[in-house]
């Protein structure tokens, strides 16, 4: 289909895929079994200036959009959604700063991140998942620092991300608006990493705890005022989903050509199994999922672009249903392939272990629904 | 260090046709590729630009859409790019080929390396980075896999030979043609790209390059293209079947016969 991308929108997307496909591919499988970090792709990425793109060009970027964004984690996506993840949460981690932050901060962080440096997005704990305003973490001002204490948990680019945003209670008394948001440095004294997890899918990925004992950060760290923090949390994730959808389009995208070519090769019965018509009704419905997971990623994301004050609804509309068709075509990539579908040699089981991290994180798929419906139910207030 | 690299921009398939009329390739309606030997070429340039600092010229002798092959070298870091594009220069052979790039390096004001790959995807000669040396009278090395350093007027070279390699010492200026196992090409940068989409692309013609005009082009070139063929398979082994044991007899029945036995 044509999405009328413009031509530097092309290029933004000719020079992903062409990443993905000299850098990533040929790994993927390794990365995956020795859940490596891609330290080397990351790099390769940082100078091709594709961390570039979603930076203001006054601090060193190149001004782009959520498109431009979305296009460059589809295609390395495409190829492996591990990988894209670590440059997706860069994104996620740096969103707060490019909303929130005042001129010394952004002087600060966002030329490194143009040059490719790593962030990290730290809001969920043990006791604080899709109820985010359950977090204990506290920050107590301290003379010219707040003093940071905690474990979060399952924060992804944990232990390479230079910079993390970081929600923290300021005031436990104020409940919901009692959080405040911080960045941290890495390196900075009481800052360290726990456990690194083990994963079913993206194990290209880092996924770590971080733990803060007695850590002093400067009061210039501080986003925005004391309990802004899940104003903060919450827009950010807004900005940050069509880019899990986008995650979801690739993946899909990847499974459905991988499907594709085998049914082409596959021979059974004396021809190649895409004549069966079971197995191309198969493809003909992952077809249609992925272009139309892709278009509804692409609108939600030129709506951003556009300038909308307002796209929670829009953007979870895309995390949920790019999601949603990421796992179903993942599957019935498998499901075409066959015995060779499940087997390791082939890059599909990997997808279908990939794809389902997009239905979870950045809010499950039932945190979007009800964000769906509670902007369903406040429009019909208006 | 000023570098010159030599470019050509290919039929980016693999299956070249040959027009049976003419004897000339058959270019039309075929994706054109920046040929795969000249990015090593371009990469190991601009690698020596950036340990040792100077300038990297790209320059290409082709019809004017080969500006794009100038601008993919631009987008990797090459600074400057020329195209040498004239009616004038049509139906070269290698000798005129690398007779109009002599003449443009020349106007360049020479180098301290060139830089060419070891063949073209097309062509296929491999002559026109020797005969570039030839014509500016510099020493050269073929098949450069290594350059293991570039200082005191000097490139020490790896080059490949059959059963392993050369070192070589070279004096500056010279030229040399690479092969793929020198470096790995990096790939583009955003800014690189647009800088290159909006880059000026010098271009030359015959009559910039003086007025020797009967050595450029068809005119220029001895080389006559008399017939081109694929050239027959002749069948020569034979598959010996059957038993291990009717194998072995049959075998050595053969090799008595020939005489070898
Ligand atoms: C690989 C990975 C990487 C991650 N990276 C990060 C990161 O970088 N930064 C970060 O802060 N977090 C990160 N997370 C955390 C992620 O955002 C949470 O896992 C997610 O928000 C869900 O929380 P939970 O896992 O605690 O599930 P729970 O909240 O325990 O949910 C369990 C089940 O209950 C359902 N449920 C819960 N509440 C409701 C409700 N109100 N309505 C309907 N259903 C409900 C959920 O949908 C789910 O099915 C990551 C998680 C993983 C697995
Ligand atoms: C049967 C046949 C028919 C041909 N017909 C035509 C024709 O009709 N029109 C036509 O234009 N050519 C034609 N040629 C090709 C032409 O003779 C050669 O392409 C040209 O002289 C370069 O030689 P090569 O490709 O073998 O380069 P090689 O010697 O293999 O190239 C080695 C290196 O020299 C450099 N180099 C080569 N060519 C150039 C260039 N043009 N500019 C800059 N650097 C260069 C590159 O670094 C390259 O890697 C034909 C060739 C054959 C075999």
Redesign the pocket.
């Known amino acids: 289909m044509d999405y009328q991308l413009t031509e530097e929108q092309q290029m933004i997307r000719d020079l992903a895929r062409a990443i993905a496909e000299d850098k990533v591919l040929p790994v993927r499988a390794e990365l995956d079994e020795k859940e490596e970090f891609p330290t080397q792709i990351m790099k390769v990425m940082g100078d091709s200036d594709l961390f570039r793109v979603f930076v203001p060009e006054e601090y060193d970027g190149m001004g782009g959009g959520v498109l431009d964004e979305c296009l460059i984690i589809e295609e390395i996506s495409r190829v492996c959604g591990g990988v894209a993840l670590s440059y997706a949460a860069t994104l996620l981690g740096t969103i707060p700063v490019l909303l929130f932050g005042n001129e010394e901060q952004k002087k600060d962080v966002l030329p490194k991140i143009a040059a490719g440096a790593l962030a990290a997005f730290a809001l969920t704990e043990a006791s604080a998942g899709s109820d985010a305003s359950n977090i204990q973490t506290t920050a107590v001002k301290d003379g010219d620092d707040y003093v940071i204490n905690g474990t979060k948990q399952w924060i992804t680019n944990g232990g390479n991300a230079l910079f993390y945003t970081v929600i923290a209670m300021t005031d436990k008394d104020k409940g919901s608006r009692g959080a405040s948001a911080f960045i941290v440095e890495a390196d900075t004294p009481g800052f360290t990493y726990g456990k690194k997890e083990k994963k079913m899918g993206i194990r290209a990925s880092s996924t770590t705890e971080l733990i803060f004992d007695n850590c002093r950060v400067p009061v210039k760290n501080l986003l925005s005022k004391e309990g802004m923090g899940f104003i903060i949390a919450l827009k950010t994730l807004d900005l940050s989903r069509p880019g899990v959808a986008a995650q979801a389009v690739g993946i899909a995208q990847g499974a459905l050509e991988e499907a594709l070519k085998f049914a082409k090769e596959r021979q059974q019965g004396g021809q190649p199994v895409i004549q069966y018509q079971a197995v191309q009704h198969m493809l003909a419905d992952m077809a249609m999922q992925v272009e139309a997971a892709r278009a509804l990623t692409y609108a939600a994301a030129r709506t951003i672009d556009a300038g909308a004050k307002t796209y929670s609804k829009e953007a979870s509309m895309a995390k949920c249903f790019a999601s949603d068709v990421a796992m179903r075509v993942a599957t019935d990539a498998v499901q075409v392939m066959g015995g060779h579908g499940y087997m390791r040699e082939y890059p599909v089981e990997k997808m279908m272990r990939d794809a389902k991290i997009t239905q979870i994180y950045e809010g499950t798929n039932q945190i979007q629904r009800n964000v769906i419906a509670a902007n369903l139910i406040k429009e019909t207030l208006r | 260090m000023n570098i010159v ?4 921009q ?1 039929p980016g398939s693999t299956e070249i046709k ?1 027009d049976p009329k ?4 058959i270019r039309d309606g075929v994706e054109a590729i920046v ?1 795969p ?2 990015t090593y ?1 371009v990469e190991e340039a601009v690698r020596l630009k950036e340990a040792n600092g100077g300038t990297v010229t790209v ?4 019809p004017p859409q080969a500006a794009e092959a100038l601008k993919q070298a631009l987008s990797v870091g090459a600074d400057r790019a020329i195209l ?1 594009s004239d009616r004038a220069f ?5 000798l ?2 690398s007779f109009t ?1 002599a003449a443009a390096i020349r106007k360049i004001g020479g180098a301290d390396v060139v830089i ?5 995807l ?8 020797p005969e ?1 040396a030839m014509h500016l009278k510099l020493p050269f090395a073929t098949y450069v896999k290594k350059i293991e350093s570039a200082d005191g007027g000097k490139l020490r070279v790896e080059r490949l030979v059959e059963d392993g390699y050369e070192v070589l010492d070279i004096p500056t200026p010279c030229v040399i ?1 690479v092969v793929k196992e020198i470096n790995d090409p990096r790939l583009p940068s955003l800014r690189g790209i647009m800088a290159a989409k909006k880059a000026e692309i010098v271009t030359w013609s015959a009559s910039d390059l003086g007025d020797d005009v009967k050595r450029f082009g068809l005119s220029g070139s001895p ?1 006559q ?1 008399v017939e ?1 063929y694929v050239p027959e398979r002749v069948k020569t082994g034979e598959m010996i079947t059957g038993t291990v044991e009717q194998q072995v007899d049959r075998l050595v029945e053969k090799l008595k016969e020939a005489g070898v036995l």
């Not at chain 2, 320059?59 to 082709?62: A, F, H, K, P």
């Not at chain 2, 060419?116 to 073209?120: D, L």
């Open positions: 690299v030599l470019i050509k290919v040959v003419t004897n000339t390739l040929n030997f000249d070429a320059l290409t002798m082709g040498v049509a139906g070269a052979d290698t005129a080929t790039l060419a790959g070891k063949q073209t097309d062509g296929d000669t491999g002559q026109v980075g570039v043609t080389t293209v081109t």
